[in-house]
């Protein structure tokens, strides 16, 4: 009878940790009913319990979902999200160029999470709460808005300790760039201009040192060579650059939408004279770490850090 009792024990056990190891996500709280949560834009949204499907409109919302060990529930994503590799095989509903709203409402997602950064006239948003369907927004200006970002996702999800994990561990490692730059020498921080495209034929965009861009920037030890407090990103004359002489010019290259913006800089004559040009101190970037606001935005943060270590050298 003993023996019968201890199996049933066993039994119990080994079918709770199988139940368990099946939850997406690894659920570490379990809420259960009707729940609220304040977005980044101030709006109170309504979950039935933890969501069991989920949509990102952003490369980095999906990175951030995956990160969080949640892509089992993810049903649907952009098609600029390619990282990581396993996000090519989740469907692709919404582009640059607009929403796929009738297949997101045939998938039935219980949430979908949207950056309002890219939604600025709010347009998609209107399309898509017509509809009927629930959606998060985040509106992220800064690395630790970014941080508290993938806290609330992962208390909405369910994986509130994941979540607080991860982000400390980023802060970690914000703290210690931060601990770097100040160690460099006294003085003006070396200017640094984030030229995210540049044709040859129309003014650069930039961008705006009011965003998460300027923060990278001044986090890594530098400040911002020009100075604008609108939009993500914006277009600015030659010759305020010129004004603002950036010592560094870091320029975005992406795999998905590859641009000539460095060469064109290096080889445009009317910028000789700026220290960047002059100096050869214009670098491409991967976009997905510099542009993108998600969780590899701290290997963006590190490397921006190493270029301005190389100028403190003089290398």
Not at 94 to 104: F, Q, T, V
Not at 154 to 170: D, L, R
């Amino acid at each position: 009878m003993k023996d019968k009792g201890l199996v049933r024990i066993l039994l119990a056990v080994v079918i709770t940790i199988l139940f368990s190891s099946m939850t997406p996500g690894c659920l570490d709280d379990g809420p259960v009913g009707s729940r609220e949560f304040v977005d980044d834009m101030g709006v109170i949204v309504r979950t039935d319990g933890v969501p069991s499907s989920i949509v990102t409109l952003t490369p980095a919302l999906t990175e951030i979902v995956f990160l969080l060990g949640l892509e089992n529930v993810l049903v649907g994503c952009d098609s600029d999200s390619n990282y990581p590799s396993e996000a090519d095989k989740i469907e692709k509903v919404s582009s640059w160029s607009g929403l796929n709203s009738e297949r997101i409402v045939e998938l039935g997602p219980d949430l979908i999470f949207m950056d309002n950064t890219l939604d600025a006239s709010g347009s998609r948003y209107a399309e898509l709460t017509g509809l009927g369907l629930n959606v998060y927004r985040t509106h992220p200006r800064t690395l630790e808005d970014i941080l508290e970002n993938i806290e609330a996702i992962s208390e909405i999800m369910g994986v509130k300790s994941k979540g607080e994990e991860v982000a400390n561990s980023m802060r970690q490692r914000i703290l210690s760039v931060e601990g770097q730059a100040s160690t460099d020498p006294a003085g003006d921080p070396p200017s640094v201009l984030h030229v995210v495209y540049y044709d040859g034929t129309d003014d650069p965009w930039v961008m705006a040192d009011s965003t998460f861009s300027g923060d990278l920037i001044d986090k890594a030890g530098g400040k911002a060579p020009i100075r604008s407090g609108q939009g993500l990103s914006v277009q600015v004359s030659l010759e305020r650059i010129i004004d603002g002489d950036p010592d560094i010019i870091i320029c975005s290259q992406s795999s998905l939408w590859p641009t000539r913006t460095r060469e064109l800089l290096m080889n445009d004559t009317r910028l000789s004279g700026v220290a960047a040009v002059s100096g050869s101190r214009i670098y491409e970037i991967d976009a997905d770490i510099i542009d993108r606001t998600g969780p590899r935005l701290i290997d963006g943060l590190e490397r921006i850090r190493a270029l301005i270590e190389d100028f403190h050298k003089g290398d």
